[in-house]
């Protein structure tokens, strides 16, 4: 077996002489499910389809986009694991100062806003071929959404790139019907009815019936008090259908166009997902990297044992991209990757995750959710969390003792996040010791995010009072396995509804347990969030009050943000003086003691 093909000598070696798709990735090529390109890549080898891997083309000139030739049914575009902006940019929109998906993570490999600037130069390059955008970063942007780094409202990137057909969502089930369509002659402009597409046309006749009619681009995108309020009742009725099973085609009129959005990709089965990943992956990057690609050691030797989240945190896209069902593979699928695993010759003996978006689902929150789609206007968890949530770790204990079992396997780390809050729900605490006891060295990574309970409802989290008593059931847990391990919270500065008040709540929790954050997290507004949508409009557009949505406050600026932080850590040398200046603006001076203490 080999790599898939990157350049014509690859093609002649072949004897291709002509590809069927060419997968256009802002990511260096590593061969490996976590990447798209070579999953979706494999994922159409398999079904007949030839495809090449175009990694990381230099934008700015459209000859570099010919390396591979005109593919017979369509270039596929993707920025990257990531989106564009966020892999280029800091919270505080400043540079990276690396990429990690590309070779020795060094940074300038991928452009801004990669859709926009890899469809225009194919289109440059070849007139009239097939382009379809993908990944996250179509994904999130798949209708008109809140551009952080312009500070702008912008259109659909279907619009704005000129592809000619978008998929969002995890696309198994979508590629493969969309390059059944293209190889019976249609055209990628002419698809309509496919799972986890977005499309535009001009005409209204051809705008399905039953759509649900989002307000236009025009009554959204104005810098206004209405506009806003539009604009979120529209995040709100979008995120109301992400769900395959209970959600209804939209559509979104721009100008004179209209972007119809059809309903999500249905989630894949047990053995759909088994047989996705039993595809013939080499695991490592191509050898024309020679220093390596980063990103890769994070999850070579990790297990993605699920996918979708239904804790559907406001500030994670998960929900909005892979949604709130869970959908994990079998024992048996998990224990034969890592055998295969277990085989490669830098193999230390350590499986460093068996996870997902949340490592401890499984399977969906409740019986009503698998069989009618997750709840529109109900959260699973939160601080409020619902009651028919079905509680058990046994199928993942389970899973874990095998692994843990295997020859050549030393340690099995969980490093996935974990939601404590559902742990804690858990009334049978063999989960609970035996993550103490096999699955964590030294520390445990935890998200509390917040202390302020009116934070954490608008952060859709437990409350802090959940989280003091895991805490405390983690130390007592340790203690009685004569195990010294502590735990490591993350906190978020600058959430919406989060203002110098509330971070200095934090900073006084801090001081009292004793721990203070080498990192704190600067809130940052990516598109496809309900906490995006609330920076932006200043509203909770899941909140009426007379009418009216609730007002929600929003830090902006930087210089607020770093008053944050500063209080979050506070014991820093260097944040002394904006920890000062934060305490007087709130008149707690009284404060400033009680921290330098």
């Known amino acids: 077996m080999d790599f898939l093909p990157v350049c014509q000598e690859d093609l002649e070696k072949r004897h291709i002489d002509q590809l069927d798709f060419v997968f256009v990735t802002g990511d260096g090529y590593v061969d490996h499910p976590s990447f798209a390109a070579a999953l979706l890549g494999r994922l159409l080898e398999k079904h007949g389809y030839t495809v090449g891997i175009l990694a990381q083309p230099d934008w700015k000139d459209a000859e570099s986009f010919k390396a591979l030739g005109k593919p017979k049914l369509a270039f596929l575009v993707s920025s990257g694991a990531m989106d564009s902006m966020v892999c280029n940019y800091t919270a505080n929109n400043k ?7 590309s070779n020795g993570g060094e940074k300038g490999h991928r452009p801004d806003r990669a859709l926009i600037q890899y469809v225009g130069k194919i289109k440059q390059a070849y007139k009239g071929v097939n382009v379809i955008i993908g990944g996250i970063e179509a994904s999130l942007r798949r209708t008109t959404h809140y551009d952080y780094w312009s500070n702008t409202v912008k259109h659909s990137v279907l619009l704005d790139s000129k592809a000619d057909l978008l998929m969002y969502g995890m696309g198994e089930k979508s590629i493969l019907e969309i390059a059944a369509l293209l190889k019976e002659g249609k055209n990628a402009r002419e698809i309509r009815g496919v799972r986890g597409t977005c499309w535009y046309t001009g005409k209204e006749s051809e705008v399905p019936s039953d759509a649900i009619r989002l307000p236009s681009f025009e009554e959204i995108s104005k810098n206004t008090p209405e506009s806003k309020e539009k604009f979120a009742r529209s995040y709100k009725i979008q995120e109301e259908n992400t769900d395959a099973i209970n959600g209804k085609v939209l559509v979104e009129p721009a100008e004179s166009r209209f972007v119809v959005q059809e309903k999500a990709s249905l989630p894949l089965t047990r053995e759909e997902m088994d047989a996705v990943y039993d595809l013939p992956f080499l695991r490592k990057e191509h050898p024309m990297y020679d220093k390596g690609i980063p990103a890769l050691k994070e999850v070579k030797f990790s297990l993605t044992s699920c996918r979708g989240c239904f804790g559907a945190c406001s500030f994670c896209a998960i929900t909005f991209h892979q949604g709130r069902r869970i959908q994990s593979r079998s024992h048996e699928s998990l224990i034969k990757e890592a055998k295969r695993m277990t085989e490669d010759s830098e193999f230390k003996g350590y499986i460093h995750d068996v996870g997902g978006p949340t490592a401890n689902f499984r399977y969906d929150a409740c ?15 939160g601080t409020n969390p619902c009651k028919n949530v079905k509680v058990d770790h046994t199928e993942y204990v389970e899973l874990l003792r095998k ?11 969980i490093r996935s996040g974990i939601r404590f809050d559902y742990l804690m729900m858990d009334k049978d605490k063999t989960f609970f010791e035996e993550l103490c006891k096999f699955h964590i060295s030294g520390q445990l990574k935890v998200a509390p995010e917040h202390v302020s309970n009116k934070v954490l409802t608008l952060m859709r989290k437990s409350t802090h009072e959940v989280y003091e008593k895991f805490a405390e059931e983690y130390k007592k847990t340790n203690e009685r396995l004569g195990m010294k391990q502590y735990l490591v919270p993350y906190y978020i500065a600058g959430h919406p509804g989060a203002g110098i008040k509330e971070a200095i709540e934090v900073a006084l929790y801090l001081k009292k347990t004793g721990f203070v954050p080498d990192q704190v997290q600067d809130f940052y507004p990516t598109p496809g969030s309900l906490a995006t949508c609330m920076y932006y409009t200043g509203l909770n557009p899941h909140k009426e009050i007379n009418g009216k949505l609730e007002e929600v406050y929003v830090a902006r600026g930087a210089h607020e943000r770093r008053l944050q932080r500063a209080l979050l850590q506070f014991n820093r040398r260097e944040n002394i003086p904006l920890v000062k200046e934060a305490l007087q603006k709130a008149g707690r001076i009284d404060v400033f003691k009680i921290l330098m203490k």
Do not use: H, I, M, T
């Open 95 to 101: 540079p990276r100062s690396e990429d990690e998906y």
């Open 367 to 381: 019986e009503n959710q698998k069989k009618n789609g997750a709840c529109k206007n109900k959260d699973c968890l």
């Open 403 to 413: 692994l843990r079992q295997l020859p050549k396997v030393k340690k099995v780390f």
